[in-house]
């Protein structure tokens, strides 16, 4: 059974800092891409880190570059988001996401959610 299993959100204040784990299972990790997503009512799903299966090749989107890292612990199946410097605009559930490298396959985790409040 595939899953993704996103953890590490919650409240936290501007400035602050959070780190998100996407546990992974079911599949070989090591084979597939992994990114980060997130979403607020009324807006579309937009990436915001992405990480090759080797970990060789990493994008951001440019509203977190800077302050968010994505890395991946192959060893542990886990991909994590360090997210320094957080802004309200960055509260949002966000989402794991997995893509095989060599198949159309990709997967989606629950989400968590991640606040940036006062």
């Known amino acids: 059974q595939v899953q993704l299993v996103e953890s590490g959100g919650g409240l936290v204040q501007p400035g602050g800092s959070l780190k998100l784990a996407c546990a992974a299972s079911g599949f070989t990790f090591s084979n597939y891409g992994m990114s980060w997503y997130r979403q607020t009512p009324g807006k579309e799903r937009e990436l915001v880190a992405a990480i090759t299966g080797t970990g060789g090749t990493i994008n951001y989107a440019d509203s977190v570059k800077g302050r968010f890292t994505i890395s991946r612990d192959d060893a542990k199946n886990t991909v994590y988001l360090q997210m320094n410097s957080l802004k309200p605009e960055d509260t949002a559930i966000y989402y794991c996401?997995?893509?095989?490298?060599?198949?159309?396959?990709?997967?989606w985790g629950q989400g968590t959610q991640v606040t940036v409040s006062s």
């Open positions: 996401h997995a893509r095989s490298l060599y198949y159309y396959l990709t997967y």
